[in-house]
T-cell receptor, first 118, second 114 residues
Framework: AQKITQTQPGMFVQEKEAVTLDCTYD???????LFWYKQPSSGEMIFLIY??????QNATEGRYSLNFQKARKSANLVISASQLGDSAMYFC???????????????FGKGTHLIIQP | KAGVTQTPRYLIKTRGQQVTLSCSPI?????VSWYQQTPGQGLQFLFE???????NKGNFPGRFSGRQFSNSRSEMNVSTLELGDSALYLC?????????????FGSGTQLSVL
């Protein structure tokens, strides 16, 4: 079974609209971290936001927020007021391991290709 | 603060050759991990190094190896290259490699095997 599922292969959104990218995950660990990365066509992987499994509040980083629903094992990324420069691939990823301990490698989803239209 | 630096940016090799890729982590970071990205398999974890020791390993053949130096810089090596090794190789660093740490990536090395 896939550990990270991103159900939206591609999305078209109008500039200035809010965007929600879906991500569900599967783990039996109590301690894990969830990440979102942006990968433009240049290939670099840009860190956007992180949510720890023990964090009670949803993470926010500027225009990015993470809608963390632990019981549903869901970690959706919300981008407010989208911009043309937001067009890219977006990857959800998970890292499992003991809290404060050495973690496993990241497991990535297949990604969502987001295109912002003017 | 400088980010994660990977060299070279592009590399072209032929089947059977070997290749070495380099990664310099963010200053102060001691954990370095490597990932392979292909259109078919997506992003896959190769291995992680911490304090010059391999701490975790993904499901890749022994042709893929790595090492880490005392200054935390890391290299990965692929021997006897195959066409399927063509990929973007990404390096990431974090402070201690802990579950609750942010992980930052470099721009990657695009390897083409002919």
């Amino acid at each position: 079974a896939q550990k990270i599922t991103q159900t939206q292969p591609g999305m078209f959104v109008q500039e200035k609209e809010a965007v929600t990218l879906d991500c569900t995950y599967d783990t039996s660990d109590q301690s894990y971290g969830l990440f979102w990365y942006k990968q433009p066509s240049s290939g670099e992987m840009i860190f956007l936001i992180y949510q720890g499994s023990y964090d009670e509040q949803n993470a926010t980083e500027g225009r990015y927020s993470l809608n963390f629903q632990k019981a549903r094992k869901s970690a959706n990324l919300v981008i407010s007021a989208s911009q043309l420069g937001d067009s890219a691939m977006y990857f959800c990823a998970m890292r499992e391991g003991p809290s404060g301990g050495g973690a496993d490698g990241l497991t990535f989803g297949k990604g969502t290709h987001l295109i912002i239209q003017p | 603060k400088a980010g994660v630096t990977q060299t070279p940016r592009y590399l072209i090799k032929t089947r059977g050759q070997q290749v070495t890729l380099s990664c310099s982590p963010i200053s102060g970071h001691r954990s370095v991990s490597w990932y392979q990205q292909t259109p078919g398999q997506g992003l896959q974890f190769l291995f992680e190094y911490f304090s010059e020791t391999q701490r975790n390993k993904g499901n890749f053949p022994g042709r893929f190896s790595g090492r880490q130096f005392s200054n935390s810089r890391s290299e990965m090596n692929v021997s006897t290259l195959e066409l399927g090794d063509s990929a973007l190789y990404l390096c990431a660093s974090s402070g201690q490699g802990l579950t609750n740490e942010k992980l930052f990536f470099g721009s990657g090395t695009q390897l083409s095997v002919l």
